[in-house]
């Protein structure tokens, strides 16, 4: 299972980043890193992006870098 599949509302555990070089790079910058825990406040009337939270802040990802990061719910 991925971000991009974890519906409003939902916590998620952070299991694996896929990808690689610089986009994974600005995955882990933003705070994605394994184990830590992602909550799914909203995500845009048209499906992209996503609005986050991750480690007490507000953040909002594409649904194409959601798909890069496996996780457990």
Known sequence: MTLKDVRVGETATIKKLHGEGPTKRRIMDMGLT????VYVRKVAPLGDPMELNV??????????DAEMIEVEV
């Open 34 to 37: 394994k184990g830590t825990e």
């Open 55 to 64: 480690r007490g802040y507000e953040l909002s990802v594409r649904k194409a």
